[in-house]
Nanobody
Framework: QVQLVESGGGVVQPGGSLRLSCVTS????????MAWYRQAPGKRREMVAR???????NYDYFVNGRFIISRGSTKNTVDLQMNNLKPEDTGDYFC???????????WGQGTQVTVSS
């Protein structure tokens, strides 16, 4: 019933920027929160950034001021602006919609980010 589609990934050099977008099948404010996760090769999936329906934002420690999560220009979109990218940021980035009733929430298929010189 709920669909999420990510876009904006690509290949950039260290220090470069990318803007990821997640488009959902409904208003993102209908979810408890929206979040971006990532999974690097050989590592567990980890949360990057999160914004709840009240606008409260959380970032993981490795972001260190480099990324910004925000509601998009449309009511069904959430964005992740990533600046000063590092090679360790390489991985698959996933959009997640938290639901108060469904424990795992809803997930997109991911978009690939590669940071390499």
């Amino acid at each position: 019933q709920v669909q999420l589609v990510e876009s904006g990934g690509g290949v950039v050099q260290p220090g470069g920027s990318l803007r990821l977008s997640c488009v959902t099948s409904e208003n993102i404010l209908s979810f408890y929160a929206m979040a971006w996760y990532r999974q690097a090769p050989g590592k567990r999936r980890e949360m990057v950034a999160r914004i709840d329906s009240g606008g409260v934002i959380n970032y993981d420690y490795f972001v260190n001021g480099r990324f910004i999560i925000s509601r998009g220009s449309t009511k069904n979109t959430v964005d992740l602006q990533m600046n000063n990218l590092k090679p360790e940021d390489t991985g698959d980035y996933f959009c997640n919609a938290e639901d108060t009733l469904i424990r795992s929430g809803y997930w997109g298929q991911g978009t690939q980010v590669t940071v390499s010189s």
